[in-house]
Structure formats: structure tokens, C-alpha cells
């Protein structure tokens, strides 16, 4: 198999497609959405290494931003030779008043690539006040 692999954490869970819906909602109230990365002007955090070893695991990680009804959820993670798609999810909780205060929320994951070349990682999340779909780019050289 050739590419990059992402190594699964606990927070981490690996899809074949990516799911459409911003939004799952499940039996407490709480609902699952997909990350804000982008917030009125904040600026977008994303750390990716510029170059990794081949066949060595490397971290990335994307910070969304949320309110004090807003804690960290999971991250999808697609992979497809030398591309990866990361999508951050975060979990709002089911209260009606939320404390308003601008909280990064710190996702990551780790991806090894097993082949020499020029990796794309793209992480996939919500732009506001837009309230739009975004796509932000990464370049991994892999030696």
C-alpha cells in the first residue's frame, strides 16, 4: 500500500467517505458539527510539518474555534495515495445559553506517508460568519 496512513487516536476516526451533514445530532441534546477554522477574522491555525521521513508517523493538528457550549469531538480522516482530507467535528452541547467566549479547540491526528514525494493534506471546515464550507491546504514534502 502506498501513501499516506493515518495512525487512528482515540479522538480519531477513519472513513472511506466523507460525510455531507455539518451536523449529527445524538441522544443528550448534543450535536456534532463540523469545526469552525475560520471566525470573524481569527486567524486559521494549522500546524503541519513542511518535511517528514518516509514510513515516520507525523502529527497534525487544526484548532477550531467555539463558544463555552462547544467542546472537541472527533476527526475524520480520509486518505488516498499521497492526499489526505481532514474534517474536525466538534461537539455543541444542548443548552440554550452559552457562555460567550472565543475557545480554540485543539484536534489532531497522526499520518504517516510510505512513499517519497509531495503529500497534500486538506482540512475541511466550517468558515464564519459565512457560515460556508472551506477548504484549507497543507504541503508535506516526504524524503
Not at 29 to 52: N, W
Not at 117 to 132: Q, S, Y
Request: hydrophobic content about 35%.
Amino acid at each position: 500500500m502506498n501513501g499516506i496512513l493515518a495512525r487512528i487516536g482515540a479522538p480519531t476516526i477513519a472513513v472511506a467517505p466523507l460525510c455531507s451533514c455539518a451536523g449529527l445530532f445524538d441522544h443528550n441534546g448534543e450535536r456534532s458539527q463540523v469545526g469552525t477554522i475560520s471566525s470573524y477574522g481569527e486567524p486559521v491555525v494549522i500546524e503541519v510539518p513542511d518535511t517528514v521521513a518516509q514510513g515516520q508517523p507525523f502529527s497534525v493538528g487544526v484548532r477550531p474555534y467555539g463558544n463555552g457550549c462547544v467542546s472537541v469531538g472527533r476527526t475524520l480522516v480520509t486518505v488516498s495515495g499521497l492526499q489526505a482530507v481532514a474534517t474536525p467535528y466538534d461537539t455543541r452541547s444542548g443548552e440554550d445559553l452559552c457562555p460567550d467566549i472565543l475557545r480554540e479547540l485543539d484536534h489532531r491526528t497522526t499520518i504517516t506517508c510510505d512513499q517519497p514525494g509531495t503529500g497534500v493534506v486538506r482540512f475541511r471546515a466550517l468558515r464564519e460568519p459565512e457560515d460556508t464550507i472551506t477548504t484549507e491546504v497543507r504541503v508535506v514534502h516526504v524524503r
